[in-house]
C-alpha cells in the first residue's frame, strides 16, 4: 500500500527526515513511532501529499505521489495532528463538504456521511456546530472526514492526542476495528498505543529509522534480558554457583524482610545468550547445589527500554542497524 | 472540477454563517446610502439638469470616487480570509491533502468571493426601482455600470486573495490588499495631475474613476475590460503557483 524509498525532506538547512525507506502491505495496522521531533508528522505529511519529497520516492496504492498525486490522494483517508476543522460548519455540513471535495458519487453521499460518522461516534452531534464541540469530539470529526470516502488506506496523526482514557480506548477499538480490510498507518510517541493496536512498528528518530519490526520482534532486541530468582539459601551458596554459569551475571542481591534466608537475585543475561538455555542450566545448578527455587521470573523487556534505547542520542551509532530486516 | 464546485459552497456558506459578510453589507449598503441620498438631494435642488447626466450616472461615474472608496475597504475585508484564515488554523492541510488541484482550490474560494461581492451590490439595485417611479431609467446604462463594478471588484477581489495567500495573518493581509488597491487608485488619479504624455496615459488606463466614468455612461470600453481581466487572471495565476508553492516550504 505504501511504498517509501529513500525519501528525504529537508527545510531549507533543516533536514526533518533523511534517506528513510520503508514499505507497508494490505491490511497492516502499523504504528509510526518516535519521540516528539523525530519527524513523523514530516514524513505522514509527504505522504499525504501535504508536502513534497526533496528527494526519494513514494507510492501510494501503486501511485507515485509526485507523478498521480490525485490518483494517490484519493486512495488516501489523512487525518492530521491537530485535526483541523471550519468552526463555523456543523459536523454533517463539515463531512459533506469533505465527501463532495473527495469525490464520493452524489448518490452514496449520505450513507456514507452516516456510516463514517457512526464509526468515529459522532452520529448524536451531526448538528452541532463544530466549534462548539470539545477537542475529543473535534478529533472523532476528523476521524470521521478520513473515513468518509471509505478509502483502502488510513494516515492518521497522532490520533488519540488530547483525548481522555475512555475515548482513547474507544479510537483504539476503532482503529483495530478498521485493521483488516484497510491499511492503516498510525503516528504516535506513546509506546503502548503500539502495543495495543499495532501488528508491526516503524521507529523513527531524528529523521532516521532506527528499526522496524514486529512488536515481538522489537522486544527481542533488547540487549541483554534480565531474571530474578527467589531462594531460600541461607550460606550465599547460590551466588557461588550462579557465578560458575557462564553469561550469567549478579547485579544485585536483595533479601526478605521478613527471614534473612530469603534472597533475590536480580541476574542479566549476556548477549548472545539464549534466555530459555540460561534459566535451564541455572535450575540445574541451583538444584544440584541443593538450594530452594521459590521464584523465578523473567523480566520481560519493555517496548520503552526498548524505545529508550533506540532512540537515545548518545547511542545513535548503536541503535542504526533494524531488527528483522535488511538494509 | 468537483472540488471547484465543493470548494466553492463551502465558502459561501462559510461567509454568510459568520457575521463578516452580513457585516460588510451592512457597512457597504449604509454608505451607499448616504452616498446616494445626496447625490438625489444634489439633483433635485438643481433646476436644469443636462441631457446625458442623471442620479444613476452620477453614481455611478462622475462621483463614482465615493463608491470607490467604499469598495477599498469591501473588498479587502472579503478577501482577507480566505487563505490566511486556513493557513493559520491549519484547515488547509486537510483541503490541500483531498484529491484536488490549486487551481480548482483558489477558483473555488475566488468564485465564492465574487458572488459574495455581487451579493452585497445586490439590494442597490433597489435605488434603480426607486428612481423609475419619478423618472425614466436607461436601463442600458445601469447594465454597463454594474459591469464596471464586477470588473472592478473582480480585480480587487484577485488581488486580495493573492495577498491572503502570501501571509498566515488576516490583518497583514488586509493591510497589503489596502495598500495594493490604494496604490492603483491613486494611479488612476494620477490622471488628472500629471501633464500629457506617456505616463498620464498609463494612468488614465489603469484608472478605476475613468473606467466607471466610461461604463457609466454606457461606453463599453474594451480597453477597460481587457485590463480588469488581466489584473484578474494574472492576480489568480500567482494565486494558484503560491499555493502549490507549500508543498515545498
Redesign the interface.
Known amino acids: 500500500m505504501i511504498e517509501v524509498s529513500n525519501l528525504t525532506k529537508d527545510y531549507g538547512t533543516v533536514v526533518a527526515v533523511r534517506d528513510l525507506s520503508f514499505s507497508v502491505g494490505k491490511g497492516e495496522i502499523v504504528g509510526f513511532l518516535g519521540p516528539n521531533g523525530a519527524g513523523k508528522s514530516t514524513t505522514l505529511r509527504v505522504l499525504a501529499g501535504f508536502l513534497g519529497a526533496s528527494s526519494g520516492r513514494v507510492r501510494i496504492a501503486g501511485h507515485d505521489i509526485a507523478e498521480a498525486p490525485l490518483a494517490a490522494r484519493r486512495a488516501l483517508g489523512y487525518m492530521p495532528e491537530s485535526a483541523p476543522l471550519y468552526p463555523e460548519l456543523r459536523v454533517a455540513e463539515y463531512l459533506q463538504f469533505r465527501a463532495r471535495l473527495k469525490e464520493v458519487p452524489r448518490a452514496k453521499q449520505t450513507a456514507a456521511i452516516g456510516s463514517s460518522m457512526e464509526r468515529a461516534g459522532v452520529a448524536h452531534m451531526a448538528g452541532t456546530v463544530i466549534g462548539h464541540l470539545s477537542k475529543g469530539y473535534r478529533q472523532r470529526v476528523a476521524l470521521a472526514d478520513a473515513l468518509v470516502s471509505d478509502p483502502p488506506l488510513l494516515i492518521l496523526d497522532e490520533p488519540t492526542a488530547g483525548l481522555d482514557p475512555n475515548q482513547i480506548r474507544e479510537v483504539r477499538a476503532l482503529i483495530k476495528d478498521l485493521g483488516g480490510d484497510r491499511t492503516v498507518l498510525l503516528s504516535t510517541h506513546i509506546l503502548s498505543e503500539v502495543e495495543a493496536t499495532c501488528e508491526r512498528a516503524l521507529v523513527i528518530d531524528r529523521g532516521r529509522l532506527v528499526a522496524e519490526g514486529t512488536i515481538e520482534e522489537l522486544r527481542a532486541r533488547q540487549n541483554s534480558s534480565a531474571l530474578n530468582v527467589r531462594v531460600r539459601d541461607p550460606n550465599a551458596a547460590a551466588e557461588a554457583a550462579i557465578g560458575r554459569i557462564s553469561g550469567l551475571t549478579l547485579r544485585k542481591v536483595s533479601t526478605d524482610d521478613a527471614s534473612a534466608e530469603r534472597r533475590t537475585l536480580h541476574l542479566s543475561v549476556g548477549d548472545g545468550l539464549d534466555t530459555e538455555l540460561a534459566i535451564e542450566a541455572l535450575v540445574r545448578a541451583l538444584t544440584e547445589a541443593g538450594i530452594g527455587i521459590h521464584a523465578l521470573i523473567p523480566e520481560q523487556a519493555s517496548l520503552e527500554q526498548v524505545f529508550s534505547e533506540l532512540t537515545a542520542h548518545e547511542k545513535a551509532g548503536a541503535g542504526l542497524v533494524r531488527a528483522g530486516g535488511e538494509r | 472540477m468537483?472540488?471547484f464546485?465543493?470548494?466553492y459552497?463551502?465558502e459561501v456558506?462559510?461567509l454568510w454563517?459568520?457575521p463578516l459578510a452580513w457585516v460588510l453589507l451592512t457597512v457597504f449598503l449604509l454608505l451607499q446610502g448616504a452616498i446616494f441620498y445626496s447625490i438625489i438631494t444634489h439633483f433635485a435642488s438643481m433646476a436644469e439638469v443636462s441631457v446625458d447626466t442623471g442620479p444613476v450616472q452620477a453614481y455611478f461615474g462622475q462621483e463614482s470616487i465615493f463608491l470607490l472608496m467604499t469598495l477599498l475597504l469591501v473588498c479587502p475585508a472579503l478577501s482577507m480570509r480566505v487563505f490566511a484564515e486556513e493557513r493559520r488554523?491549519?484547515?488547509?492541510?486537510?483541503?490541500?491533502?483531498?484529491?484536488?488541484?490549486p487551481a480548482s482550490v483558489v477558483l473555488g474560494k475566488y468564485g465564492a468571493l465574487l458572488t459574495t461581492y455581487a451579493l452585497i451590490w445586490l439590494p442597490t439595485l433597489l435605488y434603480v426601482v426607486i428612481l423609475r417611479k419619478t423618472g425614466v431609467v436607461d436601463w442600458g446604462v445601469v447594465g454597463s455600470s454594474y459591469l464596471g463594478l464586477l470588473g472592478i471588484g473582480a480585480a480587487y477581489l484577485s488581488l486580495g486573495t493573492l495577498m491572503s495567500a502570501m501571509t498566515k495573518s488576516q490583518l497583514v493581509a488586509l493591510l497589503l490588499t489596502i495598500f495594493l488597491e490604494f496604490g492603483l487608485f491613486i494611479l488612476g488619479v494620477g490622471e488628472y495631475i500629471f501633464d500629457p504624455g506617456l505616463f498620464r496615459d498609463l494612468c488614465a488606463h489603469v484608472s478605476m474613476m475613468g473606467q466607471m466614468e466610461d461604463f457609466s455612461k454606457g461606453i463599453l470600453d474594451l480597453r477597460r475590460v481587457v485590463f480588469d481581466g488581466t489584473v484578474t487572471a494574472l492576480g489568480l495565476f500567482v494565486t494558484t503557483r503560491v499555493v502549490d508553492s507549500w508543498?515545498?516550504?
Not at chain 2, 488554523?89 to 488541484?101: F, R, Y
Open positions: 468537483n472540488g464546485l465543493a470548494i459552497r463551502r456558506l462559510s454563517v459568520t488554523s491549519g484547515t488547509i492541510e486537510a483541503l490541500l491533502t483531498a484529491p484536488v488541484t508543498r515545498w516550504g
